[in-house]
């Protein structure tokens, strides 16, 4: 039976973990899958040692008939999380594994910079050297980089299948932001926009995971919640001005 392995931070908390590991608990239909970290939260001397760790198994892995995968599946953010994966990417190729370079950075085009950068320009001609097939999470993402780094396919990220419709009551009014606590993932623009839009709607509320502190009585700020906790908490909220922030 073919054999995907995904290799990135599957052991770090974090959306790209549960990604990786829904994807690893059902593989395509004839597939099996494995999964590899090759982060660890901590100090940068202990993320060093976990990438190594992941270099020296996989090398391993590719010698061995039993263990070597038909694809190496790399989950990526910019910067430093790519400059790891791409190694992964050229282990993979030299052994003839095909490779898929997975981006999930909502910063990605900032740190490549424009079009004609010199580093857009060397991650393009190194997707295209190492016949790297790249994957992006949506049609916005994929008419942004197309430009930097050459063509791309978009695969949206999968769902829980504990995540179900609820026939709980919805509260109206009321926004629910998904998200660690990252510039990226927007929590101070959202708390700009809710501003703006309170003054039309004054019941407004909103509810925010990541931040531990709220500058407005009218947002709570759950900090960091479980898996269980997410889903207590996506069926219950919802807007009547639009979709649900995630």
């Given at each position: ?15 790209m ?8 608990e ?78 999930h ?13 010199k ?105 960091w ?6 889903l ?15």
């Amino acid at each position: 039976m073919p054999k995907v392995l995904h290799i990135g931070p599957c052991e770090t908390p974090g959306g790209m973990a549960n990604v990786m590991r829904i994807l690893a608990e059902h593989p395509p239909e004839g597939w099996e899958a494995d999964l590899l970290s090759s982060h660890v939260a901590g100090s940068p001397w202990a993320k060093w040692r976990a990438y190594r760790r992941a270099r020296q198994i996989l090398i391993q892995m590719l010698k061995d008939p039993a263990q070597r995968p038909d694809v190496v599946h790399l989950h990526t953010a910019a910067d430093w999380s790519w400059w790891r994966k791409r190694r992964f990417a050229q282990m993979a190729h030299k052994a003839g594994v095909p490779n898929i370079v997975h981006i999930h950075s909502g910063q990605f085009d900032t740190w490549l910079g424009i079009p004609d950068s010199k580093r857009s320009h060397a991650m393009k001609s190194f997707l295209k050297e190492h016949q790297s097939q790249t994957v992006v999470l949506g049609i916005g993402w994929q008419e942004v980089l197309e430009s930097h780094i050459g063509p791309v396919k978009v695969i949206n990220n999968p769902v829980a299948e504990e995540i179900k419709p609820s026939q709980k009551e919805r509260e109206s009014h009321h926004l629910l932001l998904l998200g660690r606590d990252d510039p990226v993932k927007g929590h101070a623009f959202a708390i700009q926009v809710c501003e703006k839009v309170r003054e039309v709607h004054p019941q407004l509320k909103v509810t925010m995971t990541g931040i531990s502190s709220s500058p407005h009585p009218w947002i709570s700020a759950r900090g960091w919640v479980s898996d269980s906790e997410k889903l207590n908490l996506s069926p219950i909220y919802h807007s009547t001005f639009g979709p649900v922030c995630l």
